[in-house]
């Protein structure tokens, strides 16, 4: 019961943070129509700077401001250098146009900080909690409260507020949108600024856990874009849901089968979707008339 529970804590920690990342996924998909494959910089870049910023002698809350602030700058710089003058491209061309974006920052950002290992302390301490026999790093709990802050602001934000109201309807059909005054350039700028900030939460929450470096984010962009097609690619639910059931998967894999093959359950995962169902576990099918 121990293990299991440990196993589980531990997947939901990870997954929590997949969520995240592929939050940032769906609120770019949903406003542009674009996949950010730098998604994952973003959330390297949240824990560098937070690294950096501490280390330099600011408090680890400013740190973490100033890392957002960093992030969601770049963000924006990405949308208005790289994405809006490309505006009209093919969907292959601006996929490879943000895998081009994710080398370059990697690029930057081991020039301006450094290729080590870097780790931030843990928010409350690192003497694990027991539960039923698991150890359970008190950060988890910071990752898992982060994660459910986010999504809950998230929501408000679409459902509550008029610039959210204008994501969604941009989301659904952007000529129609345009038609009636919002401006979806500054919709997109948005969301390529709110999903950077979400990455760069993420970056600094699962630091104190995971470490960072340069080059974390490949890998984190891969996990979560794979988090959003399961959930289904758009849907802010699902971003959420397969986050998690990624996470869980890799820890009960990794557990009870062999961690050698825990970062290969996420390309099965996109395989499997891929010729199992396409929209994913919440997406909406299409149909096409021809």
Same mark, same amino acid.
């Given at each position: ?175 129609? !949108? ?42 984190? !962009? ?69």
């Amino acid at each position: 019961m121990a293990e299991f529970l440990q196993f589980l804590i531990s997947g939901l920690t990870v997954g929590a943070v997949y969520a995240l990342v592929a939050l940032g996924f769906t609120l770019i998909y949903n406003a542009s129509g674009v996949v950010n494959f730098a998604q994952g910089e973003f959330v390297m870049l949240g824990g560098m700077v937070t690294v950096f910023a501490s280390a330099a002698g600011a408090p680890l809350p400013l740190a973490a401001l100033i890392a957002i602030v960093a992030a969601v700058i770049i963000g924006l710089l990405l949308h208005r250098l790289a994405i809006e003058p490309a505006r009209g491209a093919s969907a292959v061309t601006l996929i490879i146009i943000t895998i081009g974006a994710s080398i370059l920052l990697r690029g930057l950002a081991a020039i301006v900080f450094d290729k080590q290992f870097h780790k931030l302390p843990a928010f409350t301490g690192e003497t694990p909690i027991d539960i039923l026999g698991a150890a359970v790093q008190p950060q988890s709990f910071w990752v898992l409260g982060g994660t459910a802050v986010v999504v809950v602001a998230l929501y408000a934000f679409l459902e509550h507020t008029i610039l959210g109201k204008a994501v969604l309807a941009t989301a659904a059909n952007r000529l129609a !949108a345009r038609l009636v005054g919002i401006n979806t350039t500054t919709i997109m700028a948005l969301a390529f600024g709110g999903s950077a900030a979400i990455g760069a939460v993420a970056g600094i929450l699962v630091t104190p856990i995971t470490l960072t470096n340069y080059d974390v984010g490949t890998l984190l !962009a891969l996990k979560g874009f794979a988090a959003a097609m399961l959930g289904g690619m758009g849907n802010p639910l699902g971003a959420v849901v397969g986050g998690l059931l990624l996470g869980l998967l890799e820890a009960f894999g990794a557990g009870y089968l062999s961690s050698t093959y825990k970062d290969a359950f996420a390309f099965l995962v996109i395989l499997f979707v891929l010729f199992a169902a396409p929209q994913g576990l919440f997406g909406r099918r299409v149909v096409e008339r021809v």
